[in-house]
């Protein structure tokens, strides 16, 4: 079963512009990360966000976490065309441990010059 | 550092065919994973081993098996390959809540 659910599936927006994808999950987590992938290529870690945590910043990426709302936003600032690629929220569910994770289905991002 | 390596990148087997992906890290992770991934359906666990000498079921373990070979080495292995098992598999590895990809292998089964 998919934990968690990204919206939208894809998005396509101008370089300089900022990306907005979305992620919602059913279960209490310990904590929630967001990969990326670019075609054809393995996933790279981005980010990890506690449950205790409500926003977290790394460079241009902002990731903001509402427990109560079971939800999750990855904000990516000024894009470039290198940001393309899809991006995938994982959740390790609470009483699981954090082996087990359970990624969404993605959101494609393409970033036009 | 080379990183989490699979072999090989691509395969094509007939049905009932067994073979057996091959994983490797040099990064000293005690945890190694095995996923894969089907156009819409993201990432799923299918075995992971926690540390070197231990493996459990994820996701969707039916039809695979898993060695963990020693603390590198993670391999998973379709005894009577199925259509249903085309997909790419991808291995990783990490130290704490971090995973490291692999590049993965793209299996097509007939």
């Known amino acids: 079963s998919q934990q968690g659910e990204e919206d939208p599936q894809a998005l396509s927006i101008q370089e300089g512009e900022n990306a907005t994808m979305n992620c919602s999950y059913k279960?209490?987590?310990?904590?929630l990360q967001w990969y990326r992938q670019n075609s054809g290529r393995g996933l790279v870690h981005l980010i990890l966000?506690?449950?205790?945590?409500r926003e977290k910043h790394s460079g241009r990426l902002r990731v903001t976490l509402d427990t109560s709302k079971k939800s999750s936003s990855l904000l990516i600032t000024a894009s470039r065309a290198a940001d393309t690629a899809s991006y995938f929220c994982?959740?390790?569910?609470?009483?699981?441990?954090?082996?087990?994770?359970?990624f969404g289905q993605g959101t494609r991002l393409t970033i036009n010059p | 550092n080379a990183g989490v390596t699979q072999t090989p990148k691509f395969q094509v087997l007939k049905t009932g065919q067994s073979m057996t992906l091959q994983c490797a890290q040099d990064?000293?992770?005690?945890?190694m994973y095995w996923y894969r991934q089907d156009p819409g359906m993201g990432l799923r666990l299918i075995y992971y081993?926690?540390?070197?000498?231990?493996?459990d079921k994820g996701e969707v373990p039916n039809g695979y098996n898993v060695s963990r070979l020693n603390k590198r080495e993670f391999s998973l292995r379709l005894e009577s390959a199925a259509p249903s098992q085309t997909s790419v598999y991808f291995c990783?590895?990490?130290?704490?809540?971090?995973?490291?990809f692999g590049p993965g292998t793209r299996l097509t089964v007939t």
């Open positions: 990783a590895s990490s130290r704490s809540y971090e995973q490291y």
């Open positions: 279960t209490s987590i310990n904590n």
């Open positions: 966000i506690r449950s205790n945590e």
């Open positions: 994982a959740t390790d569910r609470a009483g699981w441990g954090a082996q087990k994770l359970v």
């Open positions: 990064m000293n992770h005690n945890s």
């Open positions: 081993s926690a540390s070197e000498g231990t493996t």
